[in-house]
């Protein structure tokens, strides 16, 4: 199949003559054969960068490059792209073998052409034995399978997936996360996909691109969003639990905290107000005073998640939540929560990364 790299360049998207901004001056590069996902909370924009990516908006400013070309003015069918959509769009009246046909039939591909890339596809998505069935007789993950078969019969540069596994259960979303990721790499195709699911986007991407409010907050891979995510909001965003912030004050290499305690930090800036932030998982619950480290509370709740337990402390009229494997404490329990200088984050009045 053919690969091509994406640009977008200063792309803004109004709606409502200006009165609405659904993207503002984003800038994204997408590399070929990459598996770029956009990441956001809904009415980010994700989506409308994708119909501009697909041709199915025009900027109302900026530039987007499909390789050296620009498309701005091209079609969808121009551009080459295929998009694959939550709601799975199959014609009930037609054959799963009817469905995947579609598409090379209005492109006039020969019959022979026709059954070969039939063949490919089904076979890829392991539902060459379900084309003479109709959507109805499929279950949710059939569907999608066949849905992805249609698109990538094309042979498209671009795969678009728009919340493709959102109305998927649980335990069948997660094998179509495999199956969805295994397809790409095998096909080697520039794909870009756009979801509100952490773990999805963690998962599958490449790289991630996380959208608030129409801008881009950050793009990296997915272990550096997560170990250095550059601003207060994409901490907040990013993991579950997401990062603990404590408000603090800057002064002379340390920081005061309004819960009581210092930390020190080697980080560059000027004194002022700050908010230091840890992971959940980086924290310790004891009951007997620490040597290190550490911030008092009373644990609010505690939820045990199997695999690990949330234990919720209130500490000056706020949760700060720590993430144990195990735990002994109790609801109303006075705790101490350990950590270590090198597991803290530390963000400017502005809320940008300083360490």
Known sequence: MA????????????FDAGETVANHQVNLEVEDGEFLVLLGPSGSGKTTTLRLIAGLETPTEGDIYFGDRRVNDDSPSDRNVAMVFQNYALYP??????????????????????????????????????????PAELSGGQRQRVSLARAIVRKPSVFLLDEPLSNLDAKLRLEMRSELKRLQSELGITAVYVTHNQEEAMSMGDRIAVMNEGTIRQVAEPEELYRRPKTTWVARFIGSPPMNLLQG???????????GGSVSTDADGASGDVSLGVRPEDFTVS??????????????????????????????????????????VERGDDVYLLFDDSDVYLYDDRGELLS
């Open 249 to 259: 004050t800057r002064r002379n290499g340390a920081v005061e905290l309004a819960s």
């Open 3 to 14: 690969m091509t790299g994406i640009s977008l360049q200063n792309v803004s998207k109004h």
């Open 287 to 328: 009951t007997e005073p620490p040597s290190g480290y550490s911030i008092q509370g009373t644990v609010d709740t505690v939820e045990p998640l199997g695999e690990y337990t949330i234990v919720n402390v209130s500490v000056e009229g706020r949760i700060v939540k720590a993430k144990e494997p195990t735990t002994t």
């Open 93 to 134: 009246h037609m054959s799963v073998k009817g469905n995947i046909a579609y598409p090379l039939k209005v492109r006039d591909v020969t019959p022979e052409e026709r059954e070969d890339r039939i063949r490919e596809a089904t076979e890829l998505l392991h539902i060459d034995d379900l084309l003479e069935k109709k």
